[in-house]
Nanobody, 115 residues
Framework: QVQLVESGGGLVQTGGSLRLSCAASGSISSENTMGWYRQAPGKQRELVAT???????YYAASMEGRFIISRDNAKNMMYLYMSSLKPEDTAVYYCKIVTTVGVTWGQGTQVTVSS
């Protein structure tokens, strides 16, 4: 089994920045894809960005340029650096990993951007 724990969320003003972290533990296949998703109140969960174990990244069109995803395979960590934050970025941000045996989600971390 794989466990994911997100951290780094909080309250930030418009225009500010935050770095989210996701710590993975357990049986993690060497080939995997990790990603960040977010869910705002009353809305569906949406993709923010993904990164493969080989380092290939993908961003949702609306996120590219302000958000940077990265990972440290040696530490089983994934990060999301968010800048120029807007009130509409307010959401619960979730970490997800897809391995050769399944999919695991984290519990989420709240990001609130005040206007």
């Amino acid at each position: 089994q794989v466990q994911l724990v997100e951290s780094g969320g909080g309250l930030v003003q418009t225009g500010g920045s935050l770095r989210l972290s996701c710590a993975a533990s357990g049986s993690i296949s060497s080939e995997n894809t990790m990603g960040w998703y977010r869910q705002a109140p009353g809305k569906q969960r949406e993709l923010v960005a993904t990164v493969t174990s080989g380092g290939r990244t993908y961003y949702a069109a609306s996120m590219e340029g302000r958000f940077i995803i990265s990972r440290d395979n040696a530490k089983n960590m994934m990060y999301l650096y968010m800048s120029s934050l807007k009130p509409e970025d307010t959401a619960v941000y979730y970490c997800k990993i897809v391995t050769t045996v399944g999919v695991t989600w984290g519990q989420g971390t709240q990001v609130t951007v005040s206007s």
